[in-house]
Each structure stands twice: as C-alpha cells, then as structure tokens.
C-alpha cells in the first residue's frame, strides 16, 4: 500500500515538473523571430537612420564605462542581485559584434538572446526593445557595425546566488516577457503612435517609471505608475495623464521642452533622468519628442498612487518643523526659488505647486538638498544653472525641516519627513 502512494506521488511530481517544462518552452518560444531583413532601398539612409536610433535608445550612454571607449561596454549596470556589464557593441571579432549578423542582432532585440542563443539579462531592456521594427533593429546595427573596433572583452555578471544562474532566466521570461512587436492604434493619430513607438520601445521609460517586485518585474497594470529605481534610489514618477499626480496640467509644448532641452518654464530634470536627456533625448527631432509628449499626457492611471511607509510624526512635532524650516528657507533658498516659491522661469523650478516636491515620496527633495545636482547642459539649455549641496552644512534635522516646509508652503500639502528619512540618503 506504501508503494503504491510513493508510486503516485512520484507520479503527480513527474506531472507537475512536466507541465512545468511544457509552460516554460511555450512562454519562451517566439514565432516571431524569424522575420527576414528586407535590404534598405538607400544604405546611406540606413546608417543615418541608425545613427539616430542608436541615440533615442541611449545606446552609447550605458555601453561606454566611464572613461571608457564609445560603444565598447563595461559598464555597471547595478541591480538588487549584483552587477551587469554592458556588452561591447563595437565591430571587434573577438570581443564585440564583429561576427554577428542582422539577424543575431535582431535576436537579441527582440527576443533578448545572445548570437550563441544564450538568454540575456533584463538590465538590457529587451521587454521593450522587442517592440521595435526589423527595419529599425537592421538601421541600429548597419551603423553600429561602422564604428571602430575596440578589442575590449565583456565582463562576467557579479551576481548573488541563485540569480547567477542563468536557467533561472527561464521561469523569469515565462513571468514578464512575451516578445512582439509594436501596433499601431488604428483610433489615435500617426503622432500619438509614434509617441507610443519610441516611448515604449528604444525609449523604455517604463524601465524606470514602472514599479518593480521583488523578483525585478513589472505589472503592466502599473505600467508607468512611478517607482523607486531599484539601487540607484531615485524616485521616477507617474507618466500619465492625471492631473493630481501627473502630467494633466502640463503643457505638451513644455514636456516636449522638458524632454529635448532639459528645463521649461518652472520645472527642471535632474539625477538619472539628467542622464537620459543629456546622452540620448536632447539629440531627438522636436516632432518625435512632442510625439512622445502627446502620447505621455494621454495615458489614463492606470492603478492608484502606491501607498508609502512613512515615519509617523505627530502634528505639533510637524507644525515646529515648519517653523524651523521656515527660517532654513529664508536663509538658504530664497534667493532662488523666491519668498514665494514660484522660482524663475527657465532658471530655478517653482516649488509652488511642483508635484515633484509634494508626491508622497519625497526621495528626489531630500536628495537635491543634501547633493544639489545641475540639470543636464543641451544645445537647448547649455548653460543650466545647480543647486549647491547642503548635506556638509546642514543636519538631517535641518535638512528635514525645510523639506518639510516647501512640502506644505504655498498650498502645497504633503506629509512631513523625517530625520531618518533624511540620513537613509545622506551616503547614497
């Protein structure tokens, strides 16, 4: 009797474990990867047509270490399991993509494998560069492939067990990624489409404005609902059309110049997103950054803000918080941001009704206090004025009083911070 329920118990395990595998091989199959390359009608046309994607992806930013050759990789890129470096992506045999072809790049494009057909780390953003055209994965390698040849060999991931498994990367697929490619809305304009296109694909906003679990995915019912950037502590907010806590009230002409240039009347960019404008939007058509921008404000909410962990501070601890910030304000930050806290146009953001200082989340206030940081210096805004750090002048419970000031100032409301808040991101 013993034997027979061993026998049966094995039997559902072989069961479950080959359902398991039939799951996995379905989830991780992709009919679409056999789509030809079709010959440019104009190869010139086709190197320059790269040239630009390349850039709207921000390709050379995280393939060059620093210091570094363009293009040759080595990069970290950090996650919550460890390290990823970027791969070289110039012509070297040896170390680069020297003997690849279009249809190897395009592998690795759209269904995030390697020539050798090796699976790739997410950190390569592949859950949106799969929704990029053949024509433009072919346009991004032809020039990719006249570049200069950089013997550099790729560095091994740094990753904690077991996520340096990369087996594992089957049952992740199965949960996050269907590979395809993008369709146009037939009931929106070309515009708006093409906002969606770069938006979604090379441009992989919701790579940072996503919400991520434990295991480093995304809900597409969270898609672009804001989130931590995991590691780099910076908070990228919503990207919809919500006039409370998003982009309702923005005027497209004002994200597009956000976008391109890195500033607008009352806002400016800062941290990783001074980044992404510096080395890849500030060189995009205005027509495709407005396309973008378009696309962004028409974006429902798509999930309620996420709730916040915050310390609990008492209301008369608060109101003396304010008043103690109040003086910090005067002293330290008027002279920019005014009494008033409406800034100056184009040079110092408005604090003023800014969502950026009221969302719940205040990571990115407390950060430019203690850091200070530049917007991005473009051909639009060449010249950005900063903001001096505080952090070697100031105490976290001075650095959370004012914060805790601009947050309820001028009608803005927002919860108090506090000086742990504070010292969390003091090293970071």
Request: hydrophobic residues 35%; charged residues 15%; proline residues 7%.
């Amino acid at each position: 009797m013993k034997r027979s329920y061993l026998l049966r118990f094995f039997a559902l395990l072989l069961g479950i474990f080959t359902v398991f595998i039939v799951w996995l091989f379905l989830a991780n199959r992709n009919p679409d990867l056999d789509q030809p390359s079709v010959p440019p009608a104009d190869p010139a046309q086709q190197l320059v047509q790269g040239a630009y994607l390349a850039r709207v992806g921000n390709c050379m930013s995280c393939h060059t270490s620093r210091g570094g050759e363009s293009y040759a990789g080595g990069r970290a890129v950090p996650t919550p399991f460890g390290n990823i470096y970027t791969s070289n992506l110039t012509p070297d045999d040896a170390t680069g993509l020297g003997k690849w072809n279009s249809d190897d790049f395009w592998q690795a494009m759209h269904n995030g494998k390697s020539k050798d057909g090796s699976l790739l780390y997410p950190a390569f953003p592949y859950t949106n560069y799969t929704k990029v055209t053949r024509a433009d994965s072919d346009a991004i390698f032809a020039y990719l492939q006249t570049l200069p040849a950089v013997s550099q060999p790729n560095r091994a991931p740094e990753l904690r067990s077991p996520y340096d498994n990369r087996l594992a990367l089957y049952v992740w697929r199965a949960l996050y990624f269907r590979p395809g490619q993008y369709a146009n809305d037939d009931k929106q304009s070309v515009e708006w489409n093409r906002g969606a296109y770069l938006a979604q694909g090379l441009g992989h906003c919701s790579a940072c404005h996503t919400p991520r679990d434990n295991l480093g995915g995304t809900d597409l019912k969270a898609e672009l609902g804001g989130g931590m950037i995991p590691v780099l502590n910076w908070y990228a907010p919503p990207l919809n059309g919500d006039a409370q806590t998003s982009l309702g009230k923005w005027e497209t002409e004002h994200l597009a110049a956000l976008l391109k240039t890195g500033v607008a009347p009352s806002r400016s960019v800062s941290g990783p997103m001074a980044e992404v404008v510096f080395g890849s939007l500030q060189y995009a058509k205005d027509e495709d950054v407005k396309a973008m921008a378009v696309y962004l404000k028409s974006l429902p909410q798509q999930i309620a803000a996420p709730a916040v962990t915050a310390e609990s501070i008492p209301d008369e601890t608060k109101r003396n918080m304010i008043k103690a910030g109040a003086k910090l304000y005067e002293n330290q930050c008027a002279s920019c941001h005014q009494e008033s806290g409406k800034g100056v146009a184009s040079i110092y953001p408005a604090l003023a009704g800014s969502r950026a200082i009221t969302t719940p989340v205040a990571t990115n206030a407390i950060r430019m206090v203690l850091h200070g940081g530049y917007a991005p210096s473009t051909a639009g805004n060449p010249r950005p004025y900063g903001m001096p750090p505080y952090g070697h002048s100031m105490t976290d419970e001075e650095v959370a009083s004012v914060v805790t000031y601009i947050r309820n100032s001028w009608g803005n409301q927002a919860s108090a911070v506090s000086p742990n808040d504070v010292n969390r991101y003091r090293s970071r």
